[in-house]
Each structure stands twice: as C-alpha cells, then as structure tokens.
C-alpha cells in the first residue's frame, strides 16, 4: 500500500457552470432576503388573526376582559386593543440578512411574557405574535432553493 493521498480531479464544465452560477447568485442575496422579510410578515400578520400558532395564546383574564368592556372593546381580538402593536411590526432586510420586529415598549412583555404593571404585580403570559411555524420555515427554504436554482 501506498502513503501517497489518491487525487480525482473532476472535469465537467457544466458542474463547473453550476458552481460559478451559484456563486454569483449568493453574492447578492438581497432579494433573498426581501422574499424572507415577505414571509416574515405573512407569518406574523396570521399569527395575529389566528391569536396564536400553532399554539392559541392565552385567553385575556377577567379582569382585562372587565376593562375592555368598561371601553367598549370587548368582544375583541387579543394584543388588539387598538391594533398599534400589530401596526408596529415591520421588517428590514440587506443583502444578508432579514429581521422582524417592533419599537413599541409593550411589544416585548407581550412576546416574552412577564412581570408588569405597578410594582411589577402583573403577570403577563408571552403571546408570541412574532414566531415562525414549521410551514415558515419550509417555505423560507423553498424560497432559498429556488432563488439559487433560477
């Protein structure tokens, strides 16, 4: 047996086509990921009018059902009030990334769940609005495959 590494060189021009191509596309990938900031979007705004996915959020307590019937607003969707949370959200994308979010103070505490209110006496159950689904998912790698297939 032999020490010497074996070597095989591949000469195929259209493997070779293929490579160059791809690299090409993945030098400008921004709109990629103004396709992904798109489904971004989409999922979020369902994620809104399905209250929750795939998991429903949690149902508002008594007593923020009291208060949004004392304003008129109940019956009314969750993290709905007057739809500024929803409103918020926006995207931003370059040629190498996409990122979802809002500015709003609240917007995290709805997100992540937590202590609020005077003293921090209230507990606030995370409603994630800003969450990818496995459908999401599929479909963002999809849309990257054929981005680097056309």
Known sequence: MSDNPIEIKIDNKEVESKLLDLARKSENLRPLMKNIAGIFTSSTEENFKEEGRPDKWTELSEVTIKKRKEIDKWPGQILQVEGQLASSVSTQYDDNSAVIGSNLP?????????????????????????????????????????????
Do not use: M, S
Request: glycine content about 6%.
């Open 106 to 150: 609240y917007a995290a505490i709805h997100q992540l769940g937590g202590q609020a209110g005077k003293n921090k006496k209230v507990t606030i159950p995370a409603r994630p609005y800003l969450q990818l689904t496995d459908d999401d998912f599929d479909e963002i790698l999809d849309t990257t495959e054929n981005y680097l297939k056309d």
